[in-house]
Structure formats: structure tokens, C-alpha cells
């Protein structure tokens, strides 16, 4: 069987122009026509389609516990690891670069592709087509979710890293916080010192602001460790 009709077999969706899973499946290494706008969509609708399958099969759960349940589910190398699943590798189209240096097989290309397939399914098929798709490749995962929460915040993951690099913990700094007293904004720092790392965030609480600070130094050090 062609390799695009493999892939449109696990995903549970046959495309009717093939170009726009083409796009999909161009990595920006190959010029200005690739799948970053398409990643950008299927990013939107994942993170919407798992929230709203966690909010009812976890209704135990409070806001923090699914937000913490949703990031893992969400995250660089949960992607990669569906897209893993789906051999998009064989099918990614990749500048001479990339494919040099094996981009086909970096995760956080092919958590990019994945991203833009589901942007894609949605562009023609709607958000009913998407959201089958995400549930289809996620029944796995839904169907053995923790009983109860192990995840790890994104404060205590970055500790936890840093420590077991032998380097200073992060520091976070209250920058400043605008807004009437019932919707404040706070805007935090956060910096790691020893690798010249820092970064703003904002939230509607302090700890809200310091947990999406320290998410992004993460997702910047996963990446570094990827390339």
C-alpha cells in the first residue's frame, strides 16, 4: 500500500487533496511553502480536544491537576511519540540539512508534523473529522490515565532537571502586576544562571506566571537537547 494511504489508515481519515497533507508534511527547511501555519492550527484543536476529553473523564480533577495531565499528554515527546507511531519519519519532507542530520527522526519534527496533520484533517474535514482522529490515536492513553495525579508541575520537572545536571536552581522574580484587584496580571522572571537562560511569562496568579515561566526554560532545554 502507498506509504500516505498507511498514514491515512491509522488516522482514521482519507484526504481528498492530497497537496494540503503534502503541506503537512514539509518541514520549513524547504522553503517558505511548509506545514508552520498548519502546526499552528492542529496545535489549538489537540490541546482543545484533550482538555475537553480529560475534563470528563476526570471529573475529580481540579483545575491545576488538568492542566498538569493535559501538558503531559500534549508535550514534545508524547507527539513525537504518535508521530513515531504513524512513521511519519519516512514521509516528512525535509531541506538537505535536516536530512543530513537526520531530522526525520528528531522529535521535535516530527511533534511539529504530527501537529500539522491534525491542522490539516481539520482544514478539510472540520473539527468533528480532528477531533475523531485525536481520540482515535489517544484511546491508548486515555484509557490508562493515573488514577491519581503523578504528574509533576513544571517548577518541580525543572528543579528536578537542573539538579540532576549538578547546576543552581532557577530564580524567579516578580517583575511587576497590572490590573484591577479581581483580574490582575502578574509577570514573572525566571533565569538559570549557570546556562545564561531567562525568560518572562504572565498568569493571572503568581504561581500561574513562575509555573508557565518555568514550562517554557523546559521546553527551551528540551530542545537544546534534541539538536
Request: proline share 3%.
Amino acid at each position: 500500500m502507498n506509504p500516505e494511504l498507511q498514514l491515512q489508515k491509522k488516522l482514521g481519515y482519507r484526504f481528498s487533496d492530497p497537496e494540503l497533507l503534502d503541506a503537512a508534511l514539509t518541514h520549513r527547511s524547504v522553503g517558505a511553502r511548509n506545514n508552520e501555519r498548519l502546526e499552528f492550527l492542529g496545535d489549538s484543536i489537540l490541546n482543545f480536544v484533550v482538555a475537553a476529553q480529560l475534563y470528563h473523564l476526570r471529573s475529580h480533577y481540579n483545575e491545576g491537576q488538568l492542566t498538569r495531565l493535559r501538558a503531559n499528554l500534549v508535550r514534545g515527546e508524547t507527539l513525537a511519540e504518535i508521530a513515531r507511531d504513524l512513521e511519519l519519519g519516512a514521509l516528512l519532507k525535509l531541506g538537505s540539512g535536516e536530512l543530513k542530520s537526520g531530522g526525520f527522526k528528531r522529535s521535535s519534527i516530527l511533534a511539529d508534523a504530527f501537529e500539522a496533520v491534525i491542522g490539516a484533517i481539520y482544514l478539510e474535514g472540520g473539527f468533528v473529522s480532528a477531533e475523531k482522529a485525536i481520540l482515535h490515536l489517544y484511546a491508548n492513553r486515555f484509557s490508562n490515565l493515573p488514577d491519581s495525579e503523578p504528574v509533576k508541575d513544571p517548577k518541580t520537572n525543572l528543579q528536578e532537571l537542573l539538579q540532576g545536571r549538578g547546576l543552581g536552581l532557577p530564580d524567579y522574580q516578580l517583575i511587576k502586576s497590572y490590573g484591577e484587584a479581581h483580574a490582575k496580571t502578574f509577570v514573572v522572571a525566571c533565569e538559570i544562571t549557570s546556562l545564561e537562560l531567562k525568560v518572562q511569562s504572565q498568569g493571572t496568579s503568581r504561581r500561574k506566571a513562575e509555573q508557565a515561566a518555568a514550562a517554557s526554560l523546559l521546553a527551551q532545554l528540551e530542545t537544546a537537547s534534541e539538536n
